[in-house]
């Protein structure tokens, strides 16, 4: 069974940083696409960031020029690097992959709260 697990969350005042963490776990031959998505309260679920397998990135324009994606293929895990923090970047974050195991199989993870606030 694969597991994602996410960390790194926490609260931040305005227009700092932090550095979340998505490590996948278990029998896991290659990671294809992954990224991080985000649900701030009464909204619906939005993506923030999306890595493939070779390491082409979207982003949402909110967060452009702001946060970068990046992958460890040798330890499966991606990383979200989130600088120049705004309030309206408060919310659960969620990793989610497509992970390549005895089948292909899209996982999410358990989400990890992020509060931006002075």
């Known amino acids: 069974q694969v597991q994602l697990v996410e960390s790194g969350g926490g609260l931040v005042q305005p227009g700092g940083s932090l550095r979340l963490s998505c490590a996948a776990s278990?029998?896991?031959?290659?990671?294809?696409?992954a990224g991080w998505y985000r649900q701030a309260p009464g909204k619906q679920r939005e993506l923030v960031a999306r890595i493939t397998s070779v390491g082409s990135t979207i982003y949402a324009e909110s967060v452009k020029g702001r946060f970068t994606i990046s992958r460890d293929n040798a330890k499966n895990t991606v990383y979200l690097q989130m600088n120049s923090l705004k309030p309206e970047d408060t919310a659960v974050y969620y990793c989610?992959?497509?992970?390549?195991?005895?089948?292909?199989?899209?996982?999410w993870g358990q989400g990890t709260q992020v509060t931006v606030s002075s």
């Open positions: 278990g029998t896991i031959f290659s990671i294809n696409t």
């Open positions: 989610n992959a497509e992970v390549r195991s005895w089948s292909t199989t899209t996982y």
